[in-house]
């Protein structure tokens, strides 16, 4: 997708099997939960709101201020894994406060600031109380009947609100129904996140035919003949894989793969698929990052 631009973009997702699974991009890798391609894409966009949402929260007392608008339990998405079930209960608890700060603050700060992903999550579990073949209902990270619920593991947002010393804002969610795990980005909110946004010239990576082929089976080889790079974003490129994002001056990429990695080599994550998402910017750093 064309991210970082404002325009309010569709939320994108690839898959990479983690095993010899059937699955394949854009279906599941679970055979016990059917789910059509609406769902699927429905799903990711409510999980991209529900990131950009949650990433506010951790920050409340300086972009809000609890005087304005006092949260109950302000540090609850501060210690992860939470499920949605936690979730939701603390929106029902706080949802007065967060509608009023989203008209007296937060919208300065964000004018497209909407509470999307919690209003959608508290309306769709209202629905499906009274509803069973609603197709929201089957959103896993939603509503999630079985034993294991859906879960947010990671939520990377230290220095998401840095003004123009901002990093890429990511979460990593786990979906046991669907059997995966979801690499979700964050859209553009931050000064920085703007200056990577219009930084729009083309950047050369290394790029040969081998590498198409492996990743695209069914590519026309006669048009790799040649190939030695591919041309992307700069803006995008220098935010997800410039040096210097953490204190062992890795690249965000590989701060994220780390995080990965340990979840795709835990024992119950066996056969899962991961997927990528996000919307506008997060669009953008979930295609490079797949």
Not at 15 to 35: E, F, K, L, V, Y
């Amino acid at each position: 997708q064309d991210g970082g631009d404002g325009v309010d973009d569709s939320t994108i997702s690839c898959s990479i099997p983690t095993s010899s699974s059937n699955s394949s991009a854009g279906t599941t890798a679970s055979s016990t939960s059917p789910i059509n391609l609406y769902q699927e894409i429905d799903g990711f966009l409510f999980t991209s709101y529900l990131v950009q949402d949650i990433a506010l929260f951790n920050h409340w007392d300086e972009i809000v201020g609890n005087r304005i608008a006092p949260l109950q339990e302000p540090d609850f998405f501060r210690t992860l894994p939470k499920t949605v079930s936690q979730v939701l209960h603390w929106t029902r608890q706080n949802m007065e406060s967060l509608r009023a700060a989203r008209w007296k603050t937060l919208r300065q700060f964000d004018p497209d600031f909407d509470l999307m992903g919690l209003e959608m999550m508290a309306g769709d579990q209202e629905e499906c109380s009274n509803k069973d073949d609603d197709d929201r209902c089957s959103r896993s990270a939603t509503v999630d009947d079985d034993d294991e619920e859906a879960t947010i593991e990671v939520l990377d947002d230290k220095f998401g609100f840095h003004g123009i010393d901002s990093h890429p804002v990511y979460a990593i969610a786990r979906e046991p129904t669907l059997k995966r795990i979801v690499v979700v980005f964050r859209g553009s909110i931050t000064p920085r996140d703007w200056q990577q946004d219009f930084k729009a010239q083309e950047k050369e990576v290394p790029l040969t035919p081998e590498e198409v082929s492996r990743d695209v089976p069914n590519a026309n080889h006669s048009l790799l003949q040649g190939l030695t790079a591919a041309t992307v974003h700069r803006g995008f490129h220098e935010y997800l894989f410039e040096q210097g994002m953490d204190q062992d001056q890795n690249s965000k990429f590989s701060v994220v793969f780390s995080e990965i990695q340990k979840h795709l080599k835990d024992p119950k994550n066996r056969g899962y698929s991961l997927y990528f998402t996000g919307h506008s910017l997060g669009g953008a750093l979930a295609t490079l990052a797949a």
